[in-house]
């Protein structure tokens, strides 16, 4: 892993939240854009080298959704930059980790994806994200 790719937080209201962080770093967000497979619709915003990712549910069974009904608003996952998505995959498969989708998806912000089973990284969803080029 290369480095902390960006904090994924869940929230409610997109809108109130896009504001919000508006006024926290002084500046808009760069990009929304909505990931229908996954329910979301999501919002970037960029703090110096760093990304938070607002993330908004489209539906009740988003797994925005439930984690929002089951925890509230709040960070729902740290996603670190790979080079080798699916090399990173098998990597971390042999050494124990349970990987939720072991074939990579499209996700948001130009990013291949995939998530690593909280159980197995002491209660954190862990997004492994790759450039598409």
Request: proline fraction near 3%; glycine fraction near 6%; include cysteine.
């Amino acid at each position: 892993m290369e480095k902390i790719e960006h904090i994924g937080i869940a929230v409610k209201d997109l809108e109130v939240s896009n504001k919000l962080f508006a006024s926290l770093f002084g500046k808009e967000h760069y990009k929304e854009e909505e990931v229908a497979s996954e329910g979301v619709k999501t919002s970037f915003f960029k703090n110096g080298p760093n990304k938070i990712e607002l993330l908004q549910a489209t539906n009740a069974e988003s797994p925005i959704a439930k984690f929002i009904e089951k925890k509230g608003e709040g960070v729902h996952h740290i996603a670190f930059a790979v080079s080798d998505i699916k090399a990173e995959i098998k990597r971390l498969k042999t050494a124990g980790f349970i990987v939720l989708n072991e074939t990579p998806k499209k996700g948001a912000d130009n990013k291949l994806v995939a998530f690593l089973h909280p159980k197995t990284t002491n209660g954190v969803l862990i997004e492994l994200c790759q450039e598409i080029e």
